[in-house]
């Protein structure tokens, strides 16, 4: 089968893959339909782990069952799926206590695991004609049948269901004021779950004008780092206070203020200072044990200089960690299908599969439009 396989930092190519094979009872087969880039892809693209050659990327997958492994019961040959991207047993302490993007089963010596993503376990990832499901009665959401909300329902795999972590973390509620960092397809996403959810005013920060103009259309309040300090900013439309609640969608390669180089800490600090006293801070954005492209020693180690003692002295309170994509994902399934939900609004492009290298460098770039890439194996939609 064709799939999208990383070479070296910055390259990537499409070429023929083994198939993948049932390997458990519990197994299913998919034929891939659509397939997201994320973000994370990039850090893996860009050299900044420890991702070695030959790895099939791709975390956000949909597409129908094949082949059913003989210790499947709830899923039939032509089901259409989306599949969490925490591959999750359901059965370990953490998932029965919801915590899938944490499984204790999957990836021995590790919590969690993933398609297609570097130390998350040997799964090969989904930007290819086909992908293995592991445990699958527990990791396929079933959609309804057809191709009605494609582009929607893919971004149930991860970007979606992680903004609205963001928000969980924070604990956005009705009528509240929310700050959140970074307007790429999760910060997008997490802006989107705030005004789901009811909050009155969201601002969301970032520096690329085509990100900001779409964080106005949804109803959001721009904020153009570059333009001052966003605290600042933001706590002149708050008169002073800042907001109830904050949203890091950035993570570790956050830029500095001046957009000039980056500065890993500079979100978790500016979030302290945009957040009230005894406000809530969300931190879906992704931090890493180790980063080698990092500008400084300690950051290279993971540790980031951060405000604590700031934070302590305003009462904060902080949620960190992977989403645990199983939690939300049947809920704002059937937002979508309600028509209360149309996360589809962050995709910019939708590309066959074999255009893939030429994706990744465009959206490594974020050059002519690139936030959001959707891939089809098999042009599936138009056949």
Do not use: W
Not at 131 to 159: H, M, Q, S, W
Not at 301 to 317: A, C, R
């Amino acid at each position: 089968m064709k799939a999208v396989v990383y070479e070296k930092p910055f390259s990537v190519t499409v070429r023929d893959v083994d198939d993948p094979q049932i390997q458990h009872p519990n197994d299913v087969l998919v034929r891939v339909t659509s397939t997201a880039i994320c973000g994370s892809d990039l850090h893996m693209y860009e050299g900044r782990t420890a991702a070695e050659p030959g790895i099939v990327f791709g975390h956000e997958n949909l597409g129908v069952v094949e082949e059913i492994g003989s210790g499947v019961t709830s899923l039939a040959q032509g089901d259409r799926v989306v599949m969490p991207f925490n591959v999750a047993c359901g059965f370990c302490k953490n998932c029965l206590a919801g915590e899938t993007g944490f499984c204790l089963t999957v990836n021995p010596g590790f919590a969690g695991g993933a398609y297609g993503y570097v130390a998350m376990g040997p799964y090969k990832g989904g930007q290819a004609e086909r992908l293995r499901v592991p445990y699958a009665d527990f990791n396929c959401l079933k959609l309804p049948p057809g191709n009605e909300f494609e582009t929607d329902f893919v971004l149930l795999a991860d970007i979606f269901p992680t903004g609205y972590h963001g928000c969980e973390l924070a604990e956005v509620s009705p009528g509240e004021s929310v700050a959140v960092y970074g307007a790429g397809p999760v910060g997008l996403m997490s802006a989107y779950s705030a005004l789901l959810r009811g909050a009155s005013k969201v601002f969301c920060v970032d520096r690329v004008a085509e990100r900001l103009a779409k964080a106005e259309e949804i109803g959001a309040v721009p904020i153009d780092f570059t333009k001052g300090d966003p605290a600042e900013q933001i706590k002149e439309h708050t008169g002073g206070e800042g907001t109830d609640k904050g949203v890091d969608a950035v993570g570790y390669q956050a830029q500095a203020h001046d957009a000039s180089h980056e500065e890993p800490a500079v979100v978790l600090n500016a979030l302290v200072e945009t957040v009230r006293p005894t406000g809530r801070l969300g931190v879906p954005g992704l931090y890493v044990p180790s980063d080698p492209g990092a500008s400084d020693e300690h950051a290279r180690h993971g540790q980031l200089l951060v405000s604590i003692g700031k934070m302590f002295e305003k009462g904060q309170k902080m949620g960190t960690g992977q989403c645990n994509v199983k939690r939300y994902n049947r809920q704002l399934r059937d937002l979508i299908i309600a028509g209360r939900a149309q996360p589809g609004f962050v995709v910019s492009h939708e590309l066959p599969l074999e255009q893939a290298p030429q994706a990744y460098q465009k959206f490594d770039k974020r050059v002519e439009g690139y936030t959001k890439v959707v891939l089809h194996p098999g042009h599936a939609l138009a056949a």
